[in-house]
């Protein structure tokens, strides 16, 4: 089975040895997502705008694999203040509210960069039919 990958031009891809997203047939991993634009943090301090900014990162990549939003059947979201979890979940809520795919927030002790609140990867399958 063939995969398509999708790479974002990050310079860890190639050191760490991995791409945005692949295609393996109906299925599309999406790997874990910051709020990272060109070396620098989007949305520092504010829980709701790295998320919505991530989510906005994430459905580029699905686009890209001919998948939209509609098509996750999960996410995980990591973060590293459980107590902003409103604001991380409303940003969700705005792209999944009608999907409703099965989702996961756990606390984390930390991402790669400190002032980095959230990371999400998904899940997506897309019908056959």
């Known amino acids: 089975m063939s995969r398509t990958r999708v790479f974002t031009g990050s310079p860890w891809e190639p050191t760490v040895g991995y791409c945005r997203a692949i295609r393996v047939g109906n299925r599309i991993e999406v790997a ?13 301090g504010n829980a709701y705008e790295q998320a919505r900014f991530v989510l906005e990162t994430i459905e580029k990549a699905l686009l890209e694999l001919g998948a939209t939003m509609s098509d996750v059947i999960r996410t995980r979201m990591f973060v590293t203040d459980i107590s902003l979890w409103e604001q991380f979940g409303r940003a969700h809520g705005e792209y999944f509210r009608d999907v409703q795919p099965v989702a996961t927030m756990v606390e984390v002790k930390a991402l790669i960069d400190p002032a980095l609140m959230i990371e999400i990867e998904v899940e997506a399958f897309l019908d056959e039919g």
């Open 32 to 44: 874990g997502t910051t709020a990272m634009k060109d070396g620098m943090v989007v949305g520092a």
